[in-house]
């Protein structure tokens, strides 16, 4: 069974502090893929990344940045000098992959950080 | 950019009743999803479709819970008889490749 872990529930910050978000997954797929997604006060989940099992280079995209280590089941995602916007619910999330690594099956989402930045 | 739309953002509705949630996915997309989120808590995989039929459900996805695409665009979950404990936000997705897109949700409320 597929499993995803996010041990912070809560985590605060002051504006322009980096601040990292741990996400631990468990699956006995070979194949799989792991995204984030934001959640804003609005409700909406915003898709942020997706990354495959077989592609562990880190990704950078502005301020985002993130880090997927297979050897620890792991796949962390940072914020740089963090925003009063970056306040949200942030949610990792699993899925296996089936039909030849093509599709992509249901998502299986940890319990989701709640990140505060304070001005 | 195209986007999943959902209605109605809010329903409330009294315990026992049926209520339809309704999606219109992106339209080249392929694969349907609902899932549900009880406030504060994480969110839930029901069910997915494809090729007109259910690929997946949850333990969740009881005989209380069904799904249809009646037509090219929609996408639709029907909760027959509503309960205190269907309360919550249900989100629909879909996807073609290579990730799903959500709608804003629509929030029940049972009463």
């Known amino acids: 069974a597929q499993k995803v872990t996010q041990a912070q529930t809560e985590i605060s910050v002051v504006e322009k502090e980096d601040v990292t978000l741990d996400c631990v997954y468990e699956t006995r797929d070979t194949t799989y893929y792991l995204f984030w997604y934001k959640q804003p006060p609005s409700g909406e989940l915003v898709f942020l990344i997706r990354?495959?099992?077989?592609?562990?280079q880190n990704e950078i995209s502005g301020r985002y940045s993130w880090n997927f280590q297979k050897s620890t089941s792991s796949f962390n995602f940072t914020i740089t000098a963090s925003q009063v916007v970056d306040s949200a619910v942030y949610f990792c999330a699993l899925s296996e992959a089936k039909g030849g690594g093509t599709s992509y099956g249901k998502l299986t989402f940890g319990q989701g950080t709640i990140l505060t930045v304070h001005p | 950019e195209p986007e999943v739309t959902q209605t109605p953002s809010h329903q409330v509705t009294q315990m026992g009743q049926e209520v339809i949630l309704r999606c219109v996915p992106i339209?080249?997309?392929?694969?349907f999803y609902w899932y549900r989120q009880i406030l504060g808590q994480k969110v839930e995989f029901l069910v997915s479709f494809y090729n007109n039929e259910i690929s997946e459900k949850s333990e969740i996805f009881d005989d209380q819970f069904s799904v249809e695409r009646p037509d090219g665009s929609n996408f639709t979950l029907k909760i027959r008889s509503t309960k205190l404990e269907d309360s919550a936000m249900y989100f629909c997705a879909s996807k073609s490749s290579p990730s799903q897109y959500f709608g804003p949700g629509t929030r029940l409320t049972v009463l």
């Open positions: 339209s080249n997309h392929l694969y």
């Open positions: 990354r495959n099992s077989f592609d562990e």
